[in-house]
């Protein structure tokens, strides 16, 4: 997918990156990624998606690979990040939609599921579980469970340093995050402090690490691509947690649509066991275990993930 030429919409003047596959007549299906990721997360599933009959679309975010990088941390907003789904759903004369997403694209799935809940047919979340809102900021929980040097901590304190440290050697950076979970790992307060991590890999120059899960090839995709963005944007989104929690006191916690839950076992962050109160929220949910896969899902078990996927599908009445 990456050798693909990216489409372009536009939403107000922020004009945004996405790739299609798939016959243009099939269920549409949005595929959204997360941080530190781009739309090319999904390349390893798109063409199997597309095989059974939906039309994948996958937009790069705001802030992201060929999608334009607005200045300001508000631009980054829950709001503005649905919108942008609206706008690409308008762009594309969808009326509904099957949305799915990964990482943080699971939070914006989990939104716009109630903020565009007409546009939404169905929902699919990977990794990241739907949860009720929090009684204070989440970086203040982030604070006091894990400290000063959790990611969430020093992304909202020192954005512009952390930005400019992982751009020191973004395919560095990539070959830290992009790792299979090795057996019997626990996930310790210090595994959420990626910027200090990352540091301290730096000073070691940067060695060979073990457990890759991309090719030099694949991962040079991520790394050209943030090496001209640099890591701003990414970092945006969490800069917007405090103004999104607030914002979500709005929002009824209840998902109405049909929606399937897919939860790697070597999940260190986002264990399977959080998605156990969402029982209480959404009326028609699926859970599904994806065996034998870290965070990184997709690249991971891609066939296993779009079989359980393109399984669930087939159960549901698509328009």
């Not at 530190?36 to 998606?49: K, R, T």
Request: net charge negative; proline share 8%.
């Amino acid at each position: 997918m990456h050798s693909q030429v990216p489409h372009y919409f536009e939403n107000g003047d922020v004009r945004l990156a996405y790739y299609v596959d798939g016959p243009k007549d099939g269920p549409p299906l949005i595929l959204i990624h997360g941080w530190p990721e781009l739309a090319y997360s999904f390349s390893p599933i798109m063409p199997i998606l597309a095989a059974a009959g939906f039309r994948c679309i996958a937009p790069d975010l705001r802030g992201f690979g060929h999608s334009d990088m607005p200045e300001e941390a508000s631009d980054y907003h829950i709001t503005r990040l649905v919108d942008d789904v609206r706008a690409l759903l308008d762009h594309h004369g969808i009326d509904r939609a099957i949305i799915c997403g990964h990482d943080w694209g699971g939070i914006i799935t989990w939104h716009a599921a109630r903020m565009l809940e007409s546009r939404a047919s169905h929902i699919i979340s990977i990794c990241t579980p739907h949860v009720r809102r929090a009684p204070v900021d989440p970086v203040k929980i982030y604070r006091k469970r894990h400290g000063e040097q959790h990611y969430f901590a020093r992304f909202n304190d020192d954005p512009e340093a952390v930005a400019d440290l992982f751009g020191r050697d973004p395919d560095g950076f990539f070959r830290l995050m992009f790792r299979s979970v090795p057996d019997g790992a626990e996930a310790k307060s210090d595994f959420t402090y990626i910027p200090q991590n990352f540091a301290q890999f730096l000073d070691a120059g940067a060695p060979p690490l073990k457990g890759q899960i991309l090719t030099d090839d694949q991962r040079a995709v991520y790394s050209d691509a943030y090496a001209q963005t640099g890591f701003m944007g990414g970092i945006n989104l969490y800069r917007n947690t405090g103004a999104n929690w607030e914002f979500a006191a709005t929002l009824d916690d209840e998902i109405t649509q049909p929606t399937l839950m897919i939860s790697p076992d070597r999940d260190l962050l986002l264990p399977a066991s959080l998605t156990d109160p969402m029982a209480d929220m959404i009326p028609d949910l699926t859970r599904e275990i994806l065996h034998g896969s870290g965070h990184w899902a997709m690249w991971e078990e891609p066939e296993q993930l779009a079989h359980i996927m393109l399984g669930w599908l087939a159960r549901q009445e698509l328009e």
